[in-house]
C-alpha cells in the first residue's frame, strides 16, 4: 500500500474532565449518568446525532430483558430500570414489564434530558480517533469532527463504544468472532414499517406458532422466487400501542461483515437496505394485516452483534453463565438467552441455546477491567467474554449494568486515589446498590415485593 507523510500537526487540548466516555448507547448513557451523578465533571463522545446507540441511532425500539428468562422476576435496577419507567411516563412507551417497546424518536429526547439533569457534556458528530497514553496510563482522547483533530484530557476513560475501540486503540488485547472460524454474528439493518393491522397480524400468527407460521411463509416466498434466502426466521417485529400502525422490523442479515471496517459497513448498510425493501414487498403478499404497508424509515447505522472483546481480568464462559457462578465482585444480572445468529447463513447458529424458566446470573466486575493498561474500563459488548458468553451478555439492560458500573468505579477510583482496576469492590458494590442497581438475590427479592 502506498503511504504518505502527513503534515506535522499540533492537536490542541480543549478541555479537561475527571471521565470521558466514548460511546453513548446503553453503556455509555448509563457511565456517563452515574459518573455525572456522582459528582464528576463528565463527557460522551459520540459519532452520531443521538444517545442511545443501537436503541436510537440503529432503530432497535426494543429492549429486552430485564426480568430473569421466561419470568416475570426483576433482576435489572439502575439508570437503565430508570430509562424504560421514565420514557413510558414521558408517553413514548407503555410500562416497561421484562422488556420495553417504544418510539425512538421520544427516546432520544428522554436519554437528552437525562443528560442535562445530570450536567453530562455532550459532543456529537465526533469520532474516537486515539488515546493520549502516558506509559501505560491512558490520560484522555483524541478526537476528529468538524473541528479538525482535538484532544481532551481525563483522569478515567470508559470504552462503550462496542467495538473496543479505544481499548484496540490503546494497545490491549482482544478475542474476535467464534473460536472455530473467528466469524462473528451478522449484523442487521432495522427498519420501520407503517399501515399495517396488528390485530389481524396477530391473529395470522395464532393459527399456528407465532414462530413457525413466519418460518413457513419465508420458506414459500423463497420458493416461489419473492424473496432472497437471506433469512428464515423474525428476530423481531416490535409493536408498542403509542405507534399503533408502525412496526419494529429486525430481520435483515449480513453475514461476514468486519465492523471494524468502513468499506464493510458500507457494503453491509447497501446490502441490508436492499434486503428491507425486499421484505416489505413479501410482507405485502404473504401477510394478513401487512396488505398495505409501507416503509418509515432505516436507521443510521446496521447493528453490530458482535466485535473485539477486550481481554480483561477474568474471561466470563458460557459456563460461567449456564451454572450461574458467583462471583465475589458481583456488579449485576444477566438472564438473556444464548443469542447467537449463524455467522455464515440466514437464521440461528447451532450453539444458540434457551435456558430453563427464571435462569439469571451474577456479572462480575473484572470484566471490565483491561489487563494491560491504567484507567481505562470497557463496558458493552466489548468487555471480556467468550463468543457463546456475549450471545447473552450483549443486550442493553445488561450493557447499561456495566456502563454504570464502570461510571461508579471511575468516580470511586479518583476519591480513594487508586488506579480504577484497584477501586474497593465493596463500596463499588454499596454504590450501586444505594443507585438502585440490584446485586444479589436480596435485592431481587425487594424490586419484586
Not at 446525532?49 to 433482576?75: F, M, P, Q
Not at 435483515?252 to 458500507?266: G, K, M, Q
Request: charged fraction near 25%; include cysteine; charge should be neutral.
Amino acid at each position: 500500500m502506498e503511504k504518505f507523510i502527513s503534515r506535522t500537526e499540533d492537536i490542541p487540548v480543549v478541555k479537561e474532565y475527571d471521565v470521558i466516555v466514548a460511546g453513548g448507547g446503553p453503556a455509555g448513557i448509563s457511565a456517563a449518568l452515574c459518573s455525572a451523578r456522582m459528582g464528576a465533571k463528565t463527557l460522551i463522545v459520540e459519532q452520531f446525532n443521538c444517545l442511545g446507540g443501537v436503541a436510537t441511532a440503529g432503530g432497535h425500539g426494543h429492549i429486552c430483558l430485564y426480568s430473569a428468562w421466561d419470568s416475570k422476576e426483576r433482576v435489572v435496577g439502575g439508570i437503565i430500570w430508570e430509562i424504560a419507567r421514565r420514557v413510558a411516563e414521558a408517553g413514548f412507551a407503555a410500562p416497561p414489564t421484562g422488556e420495553l417497546d417504544f418510539q425512538v424518536e421520544g427516546m432520544k429526547l428522554l436519554l437528552e434530558k437525562m443528560a442535562g439533569e445530570a450536567g453530562v457534556d455532550l459532543l456529537y458528530h465526533t469520532f474516537f480517533s486515539d488515546v493520549i497514553l502516558e506509559g501505560d496510563r491512558v490520560s484522555g482522547v483524541i478526537v476528529q469532527n468538524k473541528n479538525g483533530r482535538q484532544a481532551y484530557r481525563a483522569k478515567r476513560v470508559i470504552d462503550c463504544t462496542g467495538d473496543g475501540d479505544v481499548a484496540a486503540r490503546a494497545g490491549c488485547e482482544f478475542d474476535y468472532g467464534d473460536d472455530e472460524t473467528h466469524r462473528c454474528q451478522p449484523v442487521t439493518l432495522m427498519f420501520t414499517i407503517g399501515g399495517i393491522d396488528i390485530d389481524k397480524i396477530n391473529d395470522f400468527k395464532k393459527r399456528g406458532n407465532h414462530s413457525r407460521t413466519l418460518e413457513r411463509v419465508w420458506a414459500e416466498a423463497q420458493r416461489n422466487g419473492d424473496m432472497r434466502p437471506f433469512q428464515s426466521v423474525v428476530m423481531g417485529w416490535w409493536w408498542t400501542p403509542v405507534l399503533p400502525t408502525y412496526l419494529g422490523i429486525n430481520f435483515t442479515h449480513v453475514n461476514d461483515i468486519d465492523s471494524r471496517s468502513a468499506e464493510d459497513l458500507t457494503a453491509a448498510t447497501l446490502e441490508a437496505r436492499k434486503q428491507a425493501y425486499e421484505s416489505i414487498e413479501v410482507y405485502r403478499k404473504y401477510v394478513p394485516g401487512m396488505e398495505n404497508c409501507y416503509m418509515v424509515s432505516t436507521p443510521n447505522t446496521v447493528g453490530i452483534r458482535e466485535s473485539r472483546r477486550i481481554l480483561g481480568e477474568y474471561v466470563l464462559t458460557k459456563d460461567d453463565i449456564l451454572s450461574g457462578k458467583r462471583f465475589e465482585d458481583s456488579i449485576g444480572y444477566g438472564s438473556f438467552f444464548i443469542d447467537i445468529h449463524n455467522c455464515s447463513g440466514p437464521g440461528m447458529d447451532r450453539k444458540m441455546m434457551r435456558p430453563p424458566p427464571g435462569f439469571r446470573y451474577p456479572i462480575p466486575f473484572r470484566i471490565l477491567i483491561p489487563k494491560t493498561r491504567e484507567n481505562l474500563l470497557t463496558a458493552g459488548r466489548c468487555v471480556s467474554v467468550t463468543h457463546e458468553a456475549l450471545g447473552s451478555l450483549r443486550v442493553m439492560p445488561q450493557c447499561g449494568v456495566m456502563g454504570q458500573a464502570a461510571g461508579a468505579a471511575s468516580v470511586l477510583s479518583i476519591r480513594q486515589g487508586v488506579a480504577v482496576r484497584n477501586v474497593d469492590r465493596k463500596a463499588l458494590q454499596a454504590e450501586l446498590k444505594k443507585q438502585g442497581c440490584i446485586l444479589d438475590e436480596a435485592d431481587i427479592s425487594a424490586a419484586n415485593r
